[in-house]
């Protein structure tokens, strides 16, 4: 049986559902390409502020049993170098997304609308939830903050553009949020962020595993799943049916790719994955979807994107 596993976000067509998320490997244009040559559907880059920032001191991340923790502090070479790669990585025949992460809405904003200027770039991503930027809140958590820099974005973003957003924990805030988004410009929304501040101790050592913020950390990986799959599947059963859904979060097997086409999404972006075992890993995951799709008797996303069986 042949398996078609394209997919689409907003306008966007995808030869695969899965891409890298922002932050692992793609930061440099040597690792974007690396991300281009791989069986990525798309190619996102790290989140850029207006000025280069090298970030938290190190160590700055670390793997444990179930994930990883990072407190990077948004390491990037600025959005000016980014939109000089974007002509290069064209060549790659795959969409290119941008991931922003300004400092303030005015940074945000200066940064899409010179973003808007490169033909190459296809799709912008307002990442509303750093967790690891000292003395810097998460937007996403202050839903005034967000509204407005959504009303912002929308008037002046001329791509599809959407939102990164972190874990919600409480159904009066997933619809709060959605109410935020339905009447916004967002052509997709990508759920979740790290799951802010978390902290793993080493107990040989008696000790942090990272250094900044007192070891406190983003996470994410394998443990962080259940989360990622609440967060898509309310987001799917709230928001518009023309918002598109990507959905990121714990995902290490083409069966963790399944569960959360499942859930509502329709593509998925690796982390802390891809950042374990490389840009290989999207090869891995498309034969393993195939393999689960194969034996279930599915022949392309749509037969059960979104159909989540109630008991
Ligand atoms: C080292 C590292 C750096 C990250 N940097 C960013 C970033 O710059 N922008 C962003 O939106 N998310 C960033 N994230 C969060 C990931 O994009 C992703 O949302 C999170 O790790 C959950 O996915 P995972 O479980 O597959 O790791 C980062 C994650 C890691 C591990």
Not at 158 to 179: I, N, R, S
Not at 200 to 219: L, M, N, S
Request: overall charge negative; proline content about 5%; hydrophobic content about 40%.
């Amino acid at each position: 049986m042949s398996v078609n596993i394209s997919t689409g976000v907003g306008t966007l067509c995808f030869a695969t559902p899965f891409f890298n998320a922002s932050g692992p490997l793609c930061t440099t244009l040597l690792e974007l390409e690396d991300l281009g040559r791989s069986e990525a559907c798309a190619i996102l880059s790290k989140s850029c502020t207006v000025e280069p920032r090298e970030g938290n001191p190190l160590p700055r991340y670390a793997d444990f049993e179930g994930g990883s923790i990072n407190s990077m502090g948004l390491p990037n070479l600025g959005y000016r170098v980014y939109m000089e790669m974007y002509p290069y990585l064209w060549r790659y025949d795959k969409p290119i997304i941008s991931s922003v992460s300004g400092l303030s809405l005015k940074d945000t904003l200066l940064i899409v609308r010179e973003m808007c200027g490169v033909d190459e770039l296809d799709a912008i991503e307002i990442n509303l939830s750093c967790p690891n930027v000292v003395g810097k809140p998460q937007v996403a958590y202050d839903f005034d903050q967000t509204r407005e820099v959504l009303q912002e974005v929308g008037r002046i973003c001329t791509k599809p553009w959407g939102v990164k957003l972190p874990p919600y924990f409480d159904f009066v805030h997933f619809e709060e949020m959605a109410k935020i988004l339905n009447e916004s410009g967002v052509s997709f929304v990508t759920c979740i962020n790290s799951l802010g501040n978390g902290l793993v101790i080493d107990a040989e050592r008696e000790c942090v595993v990272i250094k900044p913020k007192g070891g406190f950390g983003g996470v994410g990986g394998r443990m962080i799943k259940p989360i990622g799959l609440s967060n898509v599947r309310k987001f799917r059963e709230l928001l518009r049916s023309d918002i598109s859904i990507i959905g990121v979060g714990g995902i290490v097997s083409g069966r963790d790719v399944f569960e959360y086409i499942l859930a509502g999404a329709d593509a998925v972006q690796i982390g802390t994955q891809l950042q374990q075992e490389g840009v290989s890993v999207f090869a891995r995951l498309g034969r393993e979807l195939r393999e689960v799709m194969e034996r279930k008797g599915y022949s392309s996303l749509g037969e059960f994107k979104g159909k989540l069986k109630m008991l």
